[in-house]
């Protein structure tokens, strides 16, 4: 059953920073390439979630990672650029001291192969149900609160009809060789949608109206059951 398009895809190369939009993403065993691949740890934080977020900090979000390694098998950042203006290199002591001193207590940068994900690798969120909480709530309603990899747009723009996804496979592109996945669980929402993307102010009202309509649900997560090329424009076709 053909679902709609791929209406924009994004990828968050440091865990809770700024995201990047993209026309084309390779879609790998571990999620889109360069998604989340870097992360900073809680050097006092003994769970097993150590990670710094913005639900812990959520000026985390007005950081912005820019350049391209090449000596990196996927093209990571090479600098970000604090909400300051200032630009340090990634790996640099400076960025490091800078988000020890925001948070209060010592980071250190990760990176990982495969990945530093809540979940799953990879978020899917149906333009409908953003559509349905902007209406709701009041609000304007910015699509990167719910930091989604594939935001699609649906015949039906129905909200949150991912629910019904769940158990079932996305499948990207004609026929059956392109990249699919198989949706594995609704996504539950935490504080994040409640922070503004370009000023880490918190609005309640965001999260209050995912829990009124949906449980507090909004999107799912799922697995990569076929690698392959995503694209916006792209046709998605729901599997059994």
């Known amino acids: 059953m053909e ?29 889109i390439e360069g998604d989340r691949r870097l992360a900073f740890r809680r050097l006092t934080d003994k769970s097993g979630f150590p990670w710094l977020t913005a639900s812990k900090l ?33 790996q640099s002591d400076e960025l490091r001291e800078e988000l020890s001193s925001r948070y209060g207590s010592d980071v250190e940068l990760m990176n990982l192969n495969h990945g ?17 909480v902007e209406r709701e709530s009041g609000r304007d309603v910015d699509l990167r609160r719910f930091r989604p990899n594939v935001v699609i747009e649906t015949d039906s723009a129905e909200p949150f009809e991912e629910d019904r996804w ?45 829990v009124r309509m949906n449980e507090n649900y909004a999107g799912v997560y799922g697995t990569v059951v076929r690698a392959g090329e995503l694209s916006v424009g792209q046709v998605v076709t729901l599997g059994g």
Request: with cysteine; net charge negative; aromatic share 6%.
């Open 166 to 210: 769940v158990g079932r496979t996305l499948m990207f592109g004609e026929g059956n060789s392109g990249a699919a996945l198989r949706v594995t669980m609704r996504d539950e929402r935490c504080v994040m949608v409640n922070l503004d993307p370009d000023t880490a102010e918190r609005d309640s009202e965001v999260m209050k109206t995912v």
């Open 58 to 90: 959520p000026q985390l979000l007005l950081y912005k990672p820019f350049g391209l390694d090449s000596n990196t098998a996927e093209l990571l950042p090479t600098h970000v650029c604090t909400p300051d203006g200032k630009e340090y290199e990634l």
């Open 3 to 31: 679902l709609g398009r791929i209406n924009a895809i994004f990828r968050y190369p440091v865990k809770s920073m700024a995201g990047e939009l993209l026309d084309v993403a390779r879609l790998s065993w571990h999620g």
């Open 116 to 132: 530093i994900f809540d979940e799953a690798c990879i978020s899917v969120i149906n333009l409908g149900t953003l559509h349905c």
